[in-house]
């Protein structure tokens, strides 16, 4: 069952059943299962999970970044704005990325042609993508320089990336991607080079952008934390899957998973409380245990855990998780 979220006309994104299968020498590596995401207008969702939860690879997969002789992506539905297209398609969605949906990365600087002038760089979608004249792209530029606070919009535009500062630079990223006015804003870890003042800094301008835009982000990061007062909606991944899912309020508040559980705690405290490592390892995707892909690591496995992996369950409180402890007082989705 998808996430709940907005519907009709202000949902501009809509993916369900998503699955994405990388080929290797040793066979098929499955690397997303079953994942389904939606995005409303205006709404931001956050996608967390530990390095190789396959949050990453279930959006390069939906949007075709993966060359089709290194997997394969199949979704029983993926729908954009009013466009019903194929995940996974580079035909169905090179038009759109860059105007429609926007992506920003974690890396500016390996984002932006180090051979080429900022300015010039963000000028490339509404002087090739957009048709429009060479004045009216000059003051689209300085104009998005500033919307992200560059206070020298002048000087930004005729420098090269190295001579930008990390956070300068990422703004400069947010302005190329933002210049085209997209409908979705894919964020993939987008500060994760920057100390925790900058973090703070492009979430902020995030946030402004979307409220001015009413741009709907799909935002993700492996900080749990970070998105506690950002995101509308979270999503926590594991193994390929979504193990948990509801109110942002809700999931960081009241997590109800146990990997959810065991995500925050092994976030550093202002308040000095202890920190929990989680013990052990993510389980490698060429082989994954049977049962409960989180058993080996959590500390209420039992028997059933090791013998079926359990179905998704809607508990009272609107949350979703993918554990046997939402048998208790949840619903099968």
């Known amino acids: 069952m ?39 207008a205006g709404e931001t969702v956050a996608l967390v999970g530990e390095s190789g939860s396959g949050k990453s690879a279930s959006v390069l997969g939906m949007l075709g970044l993966f060359h089709p002789d290194s997997a394969a992506v199949e979704a029983e539905r993926f729908k954009f704005e009013d466009m019903e297209l194929s995940a996974g398609r580079r035909e169905d969605l ?17 984002s932006l042609d180090p051979t080429m002038k900022v300015g010039k760089q963000i000028a490339e979608v509404p ?32 420098a090269y990336p190295h001579e930008l ?10 302005a190329t ?46 900080d ?18 979504v193990v948990e899912s509801g109110d942002t ?27 929990r490592p989680i013990r052990g390892r993510p389980p490698d995707p060429r082989d994954l245990p049977s049962g409960c892909p989180f058993r080996t690591r959590c500390d209420h496995a039992h028997e059933r855990c090791e013998q079926v992996e359990p179905p998704t369950f809607r508990l009272p409180s609107g949350q979703t998780i993918r554990c046997w402890l939402g048998e208790q007082d949840g619903e099968p989705c």
């Open 94 to 110: 090179q038009d759109l990325l860059g105007t429609r949906i926007g992506i920003i990365f974690q890396d500016p600087q390996s």
């Open 177 to 222: 991607v933002m210049i085209a006015g997209p409908s979705l804003l894919i964020a993939d870890e987008p500060t994760t080079a920057l100390d925790v003042t900058l973090q703070a800094q492009v979430i902020d301008l995030l946030a402004t952008l979307q409220e001015e835009r009413g741009t709907g982000i799909l935002f993700i990061t492996h």
């Open 224 to 241: 749990l934390s970070l998105v506690s007062e950002f995101a509308d909606r979270v999503m926590v991944m594991y193994a390929g899957t």
């Open 2 to 40: 998808a996430p709940d979220t907005a519907t009709g006309s202000s949902q501009v994104l809509a993916v369900e059943g998503l699955t994405v299968s990388f080929r290797a020498v040793a066979g098929v590596v499955p690397a997303v299962r079953g994942v389904d995401v939606t995005v409303g």
């Open 249 to 275: 309020e809700a999931v960081v508040n009241h997590p109800s998973h146990p990997y959810t559980r065991a995500l925050l705690e092994s976030v550093p405290r202002l308040d000095g409380g202890q920190v």
């Open 127 to 158: 002087r090739l993508r957009l048709g429009l004249d060479r004045e009216t792209v000059r003051r689209k530029v300085l104009d998005s320089l500033a919307e992200v606070g560059i206070r020298d919009p002048e000087w930004c535009a005729s």
């Open 165 to 174: 500062s990390g956070g300068m630079r990422q703004r400069a990223m947010i």
